[in-house]
């Protein structure tokens, strides 16, 4: 009889051997938030519905009008979120638009003010921190909201982001 062969268990990796890969993976560190921005923005059904059916068609010209300004209002719907005192709602937005994206997913965490542990400050950051790492958050999730306009591909922009620095020839 053959003898069974032992499996050995992968050692779970420390959070801050996590951040260090998500650091050099994508450039930012990787809290449940910018882990589900990532998602729903990049990947999955709800990159795919990003201003499709239901957002503003027609012109050209004009759409990508109102995607830049969809854009702006996607940001400004983070930042008032965290800004205010109390905690603003989220802009509804229009249908498969960024803003009511962003507006689901705020509501679905509770981001902000994580009041039940769904979007937790992630160590080597700490409560204290709090207030700086929200800021870092919304700067994460406009980088991934370029990247998904760069994807969108009536952007005029390069295929990838961050964008290729020009060849020296």
Known sequence: MAKAVKKKKKKKKSAAVLQREALLK??????????????TFLKGTDATQLWSVGFATGDPV????????DLA?????????????PP????PGTPTSATQLMASLITQTGW????DGKVP???????????????YEVACAM????????LFGESGG????????????
Not at 62 to 69: A, D, F, G, H, P
Not at 143 to 150: E, G, P, R, T, V
């Open 112 to 115: 902000a003010e994580d009041i």
């Open 26 to 39: 994508f450039g930012m560190l990787n809290s449940s938030f910018i882990r589900k921005l990532r998602n």
């Open 158 to 169: 390069r295929p990838t982001w961050p964008p290729e620095k020009p060849g020296k020839d």
């Open 62 to 69: 004009q759409r990508k009008v109102l995607i830049k300004e």
């Open 143 to 150: 980088n991934i909201l370029m990247q998904a306009y760069s």
């Open 73 to 85: 209002d996607c940001f400004r719907s983070l930042f008032q979120v965290h800004e205010s005192t």
């Open 88 to 91: 603003a709602p989220p802009l």
């Open 121 to 135: 400050v992630p160590a080597p950051w700490n409560a204290a921190d709090e207030d700086q790492f929200r800021r």
